[in-house]
């Protein structure tokens, strides 16, 4: 089969393997639509992941099922499936603890283009498929599917994280895709308030959309002081952060509020450590909580957006701003991914 890898650092390319095999309880899927993401800009371009060589890319696909495991009893061939970024596995400990999504590992659920090979290929490979796979229901188009598997559940991730209380003031710092979704959940979990902090128009356009009540513009000054200014010096009850370089950890514990909380589910893909201020740490003890997670992964996490789609509670389909038809698109989306011209959010590619 043919699929698009990651050669080395800063290497990327068309190469051959063969079709993945599979054990009893899992699946061989083909892509309908792919969506490259941010991740794998980091993955290639900055060695987030170390020097992979010839690891096919990509994990947010929606597809059709070509096999399964004699052990599959919800699924079969020919069923339209979303495949959410995170595949557990689900007979583990960490499972059973609450955490899958480092089931076997830290990090482990996270399978597609880290553990093993992802979804930019002609097939690929699903682990505990009735466990994470979801059907696709005919009134969820396609585009909207394939949000649902990283920048919705990532973004509803880091407003869960955040333990937001009702009326809290929210800064999302980092309003791309993910940050977008986690401005769409944190109006759901009940902020008042909610402050995206960005610059391009079609971000901020769709941030305004999705329920910010204020653009910070970190172009305009420092967001530390734009942001408290902004709140008459009290901070901000929560921060999420959803991009940026990792001093942006500085920012976010100078403007959360004593008692507050930081939920990151920002990708570092460099640097050896996250700077903490001392002193607007409260010297340690401010009781200003960092928290940061891998968002929950399986078909469950998948059922439960699909029917906040269905309810109106959120309509993912606005962030897909370029479509490509055609399977040698994939490489040119990417691109837009890295380069990040004014008018994109995200792209998606259907594999016609």
């Avoid at 980091?42 to 992941?49: I, R, S, Y």
């Avoid at 960490?94 to 283009?113: A, D, N, V």
């Avoid at 090979?117 to 009134?139: I, K, Q, S, T």
């Avoid at 996490?301 to 701003?321: A, C, F």
Wanted: glycine share 12%; aromatic share 6%.
């Amino acid at each position: 089969m043919k699929g698009f890898a990651m050669l080395g650092i800063n290497e990327l390319g068309w190469i051959e393997k063969e079709i993945p095999t599979m054990t009893d309880y899992d699946a061989i899927v083909k892509p309908i639509a792919v969506s490259p993401c941010t991740s794998d800009i980091h993955t290639v371009f900055e060695g987030a992941l170390g020097d992979k060589k010839d690891m096919i890319l990509g994990h947010e696909a929606v597809g059709e099922v070509v096999e399964i495991g004699k052990e599959v009893k919800d699924f079969k061939p020919g069923d339209r499936v979303i495949v959410p970024a995170i595949t557990p596995d689900w007979r583990t400990i960490e499972s059973q603890q609450g955490f899958p999504q480092h089931s076997g590992g830290m990090l482990s659920g996270w399978k597609f283009s880290n553990f093993k090979d992802g979804v930019f290929a002609e097939f690929f490979h699903v682990n505990d498929a009735d466990m994470n796979l979801a059907h696709l229901p005919e009134d969820i188009s396609i585009e909207t599917a394939v949000m649902l598997t990283d920048m919705v559940t990532t973004g509803f991730h880091g407003a869960e994280l955040a333990n937001i209380d009702l009326g809290d003031v929210v800064a999302v710092i980092g309003i791309g895709p993910v940050g977008l979704m986690a401005i769409a959940g944190a109006k759901i979990q009940g902020a008042s308030r909610i402050i995206g902090v960005g610059s391009r128009k079609a971000l901020v356009d769709a941030a305004m959309y999705y329920g910010a009540t204020d653009i910070i513009n970190y172009r305009n000054g420092a967001i530390d002081e734009q942001i408290m200014e902004a709140t008459d010096g009290k901070g901000v009850d929560r921060v999420i952060i959803a991009g940026a370089k990792p001093t942006i950890m500085n920012t976010a514990v100078k403007i959360v509020k004593p008692g507050g909380r930081v939920s990151n589910v920002n990708y570092y893909g460099e640097g050896d450590t996250i700077p903490i201020p001392r002193l607007d740490w409260g010297c340690g003890m401010a009781h200003k909580t960092i928290v940061g997670g891998l968002t929950p992964g399986g078909r469950d996490r998948m059922e439960r957006l699909i029917k906040l789609v269905k309810y109106n509670r959120v309509d993912p389909s606005r962030l897909v701003t370029h479509k490509f038809h055609g399977f040698d698109h994939i490489e040119e989306a990417l691109m837009l991914m890295k380069d990040k011209q004014q008018d994109l959010i995200k792209p998606i590619v259907f594999i016609d």
